[in-house]
């Protein structure tokens, strides 16, 4: 496999918000993300500094609707719906926390101007690892009454569809032996169209990451592979870019990639038709989670007191030797 560079380019300032996670491509021009400290979802554009185009309140989408975060972490689309996944772990103490089980769907409107929540949020798929024999082996119930920070807690971070019109969920933890998990969800549209069905899983695959989690992963159609960013299970500074073919025997590719070092990727943004691609050279979008940026040198962003001074950061990367 030839080796790929990525050059690093213009970098981005998205205001009214710090902790942004799950993002999407919703044209040329404009990428959907999600807050995974709040229960919104924004539109921004991807080619200037600025506040949100649309924001949303999807609160009402989760039983109660008493405003605690739902940790909205991955996002994928697939046949026009936009799928979202939280990190279904338990808080910080490894205390159970339903309201992060969900996985919903969303239809994004252009000419209303409006983002609708599609069947239901299905809140059963830790139930459904845990009784699946097949991945008895990662004792998920243990997983989920650890705090998702810890050596084996439970943390879901990426979702991608693939081009069977399957998704691959994606974890950040736990990572046994020091290997990340991949599983394969079957039927995802059933699970939020459908209120009989349960989850159908794939085998697991385990992805030598350089003992890093997954932290978000899509599949990139030009390339016919995908592009997985990875990072620490316990939340410190360390992030890599790998390539994968999606095959269950094939390793990843790790990308020469340099990014700034405060610089925390969280999301993938890819424009499908993109204009600047060309034959040899493609585009990737990143998005920082930038949460615990430190903002006026003291104040972390998410604890600053005022919305304007929120942001989050894009970073725009151009590879080459495809």
Request: proline letters at 5%; one cysteine or more.
């Amino acid at each position: 496999m030839a080796k790929f560079k990525f050059t690093v380019g213009a970098e981005f300032k998205h205001f009214g918000r710090c902790d942004s996670s799950g993002s999407l491509a919703i044209d040329h021009q404009h990428f959907v993300v999600a807050d995974d400290e709040q229960n919104v979802i924004s539109i921004y554009r991807s080619n200037t500094d600025g506040s949100p185009v649309q924001v949303f309140d999807i609160n009402d989408y989760f039983l109660p609707n008493d405003g605690k975060e739902v940790d909205i972490e991955g996002s994928t689309s697939l046949n026009g719906l936009i799928f979202w996944i939280t990190s279904h772990g338990a808080n910080r103490q490894g205390a159970a926390r339903p309201k992060r089980h969900q996985f919903f769907a969303t239809k994004f409107s252009p000419e209303l101007g409006q983002l609708k929540q599609v069947g239901h949020s299905y809140t059963q798929l830790v139930a459904d690892l845990i009784v699946d024999e097949r991945l008895q082996k990662y004792d998920w119930q243990a997983a989920a009454q650890t705090a998702p920070k810890e050596l084996g807690g439970l943390n879901i971070e990426a979702l991608a569809t693939t081009p069977k019109q399957e998704m691959l969920i994606g974890f950040r933890n736990p990572i046994p032996n020091g290997q990340a998990i991949v599983l394969k969800l079957k039927n995802p549209q059933d699970l939020v169209l459908d209120p009989s069905a349960r989850a159908k899983f794939g085998k697991p695959i385990e992805l030598n990451l350089g003992g890093l989690g997954l932290r978000s992963m899509e599949y990139w159609p030009q390339l016919q592979q995908y592009l997985i960013v990875a990072g620490s299970f316990d939340g410190s500074d360390n992030f890599a870019l790998y390539l994968w073919s999606g095959d269950r025997g094939s390793s990843p590719q790790l990308l020469d990639v340099t990014l700034p070092t405060d610089f925390r990727p969280e999301g993938i943004v890819l424009y499908p038709d993109d204009p600047v691609t060309s034959l040899h050279e493609y585009r990737v979008q990143l998005i920082s989670d930038d949460g615990a940026a430190i903002r006026d040198g003291q104040t972390a962003c998410k604890n600053l007191q005022s919305s304007e001074h929120k942001y989050f950061r894009s970073l725009w990367l151009t590879g080459s030797g495809f």
